[in-house]
């Protein structure tokens, strides 16, 4: 995680327009030729003084790439980040120097996080101002330098080409995430002979490989499948615990046959929702702290458990010393930095996890008659757990977030994408929505980023023109992001947004009341407005409120034709000031 930077000088020559190749054109088309060459189609950004280059690019070639301009840079990140994690291909984000960069970098840390693959390109001051404090001068690379998996600085125009193959390899390869490539204004309109669709792969192999092999090192032996089969022959009460690895690797169909054959219960983190089809009658649902009875009564009684491309949060663990204390514990992830990071492991295979799951099959014994026995206890247990859910008062009047999620996953079908910002309504998300498929659930885990939203929703339209697309927020939340509903109408992107209106930062609220003796300091919002449906009529956005359970419905029944029509909705959906997520549980170390 360094910047590299290569010094040449070009001389500047004229550039012209054809369609051949190995001619001579600008850094800034050299830039576009070389996105389009990488099967990128759409950009999102905002422009400004260094990249006006690069703007004029943009114009040119619009017909071939499409610029998605947003109201803000910190959205430009997250829209290319829910492209992303929505269809798996990188997202491409822009933005100009100085402020322009800096709002990117929420959004970049973000994406580092939960692992997503962003290729950010800002541009900067000219480089022979570099470091003298120049007007939106900005060291954007020291800057992200922790939260990238690498950056490049720009410093001579002909390496353009084998920094963008190389920035592509790196974001996509191995564990996904991140990366920034900073080009100096001058650099942009400097010329350069491009090559261009000469093998980008095999001229990415030599530094960018080397690169990879930094942080993605696959070291596992046929020794230790082996060591884990035995583990898991030896078992009586496996669990499998899986994370985001597990769609970052596609390796959902893997997940689902190794539970069959071990008849063992699935608990998911927050950010593998969706990597097990929540219908299986092996699931489970959440695990850690807002996880399901199941799920975690489940682990503390587990003699194995095999973690599957997650991280051992704390948010999953609560206590590092109580968690999954009788269990002797399998970790696979593609990361050997996260092996032992959080968690002790007795076996650890560092691998992509379609490939590890894929051996391990075959070398799961099959049931003894003892062994079927002992898994039909195992589950019996199981299923009592699982009849421990969260109670809902079905006589308050208030409207309830669960017959909210429901409801409008009943509307939307199995296809539809299903967005959330940070607090109460993204884990009342995770427990209610039947999620079916991986990636069909897009959240801020790692970072729990408020404002992620509206953003990575209209890049998951954008990704997923067939997909519908839903967006649950807060009020705390969507004020952070409600500009992007210009976005929304100016693509004409048809997203439902349902806004959970409880009046104030929900969460919080939740956590002053629980541990903080009611003390609501500055959580309160009744006051501080906006009216949500006034203001989406003020973007040119349809929007509808709805108190209980009629007037929800009803307004659901009105905005699906309003989706239908190519354009978006917006729900607010009233709720209980003091509507809690349950279960809570309370980290004691």
Known sequence: ?????????????????????????????????????????????????????????????????????????????????????????????????????????????????????????????????????????????GITMPIVKHNWIVEDVCDLVKIIREAFVVAKTGRPGPVLIDIPKDISSRICEY????????????????????????????????????????????????????????????????????????????????????????????????????????????????AAGARFSDRVTNSVRRFAHNAKIIHIDIDPAEINKNFAADISIVGDLKVVFGRLIKKIPAKTSSDVKTSFEWNGKIEKWKAQTPKVNKNKADLQPCFVIQETANALGEKAIVVTDTGQHQIWTAQF?????????????????????????????????????????????????????????????????????????????????????SNYSETDLETRGPDFVKLAAAYGVQGLRAADEPSFLEALEKALPILDSGKPALIEAIIGKDEKVAPMTIKDG
């Open 195 to 306: 090559h261009g669709n000469s093998d980008y792969y095999l001229s990415a192999n030599g530094r960018a490989i080397r690169l990879l092999k930094k942080t993605n090192r696959e070291t596992f032996t046929e020794a230790d499948i082996e060591k884990a089969a035995a583990l898991i022959k030896d078992s009586k009460r496996p669990m499998l615990y899986a994370g985001g690895g597990v769609i970052h690797s596609g390796a959902g169909a893997e997940l689902v046959k190794i539970a069959e054959l071990l008849n063992a219960p699935v608990a998911l983190s927050l950010m593998g929702m969706g990597a097990f089809p929540s219908e299986h009658p092996l699931y489970t649902g959440l695990i850690g702290m807002h996880g399901s009875a199941a799920s975690n009564k489940a682990v503390q009684e587990a003699d194995l458990l095999i």
């Open 433 to 517: 929505y039947p999620f079916k498929r991986p990636r069909s659930f897009l959240s801020s885990g790692g970072m729990g980023t408020m404002g992620y939203g509206l953003g990575a929703a209209a890049g998951a339209k954008l990704a997923n023109p067939a997909s519908p697309v839903v967006l649950f927020t807060g009020d705390g939340s969507f004020r952070m992001n409600c500009a992007e509903m210009a976005t929304l109408v100016k693509y004409e992107l048809p997203v439902l947004i349902v806004i959970f209106n409880n009046r104030a930062l929900g969460m919080l609220r939740q956590w002053q009341n629980f541990s903080f003796d």
């Open 1 to 141: 995680m360094f910047a590299l930077a290569v010094v040449s000088q070009v001389k500047k020559k004229k550039m012209v327009y054809n369609g051949h190749r190995n001619m001579k054109y600008s850094g800034a088309r050299i830039l576009i030729e070389s996105l389009i060459e990488q099967g990128v189609d759409t950009i999102f950004g905002y422009p400004g003084g260094a990249v006006l280059n690069i703007y004029d690019e943009l114009y040119r070639y619009k017909d071939r790439i499409r610029h998605i301009l947003v109201s803000h840079e910190q959205h430009a990140a997250h829209a290319a980040d829910g492209y992303a994690r929505s269809s798996g291909k990188p997202g491409v984000c822009l933005a100009t120097s100085g402020p322009g960069a800096t709002n990117l970098v929420t959004g970049i840390a973000t994406a580092f996080v939960d692992s997503i693959p962003v290729v950010a390109i800002t541009g900067n001051v000219s480089a022979p101002l570099l470091g003298k404090d120049s007007f939106q001068e900005v060291d954007i690379a």
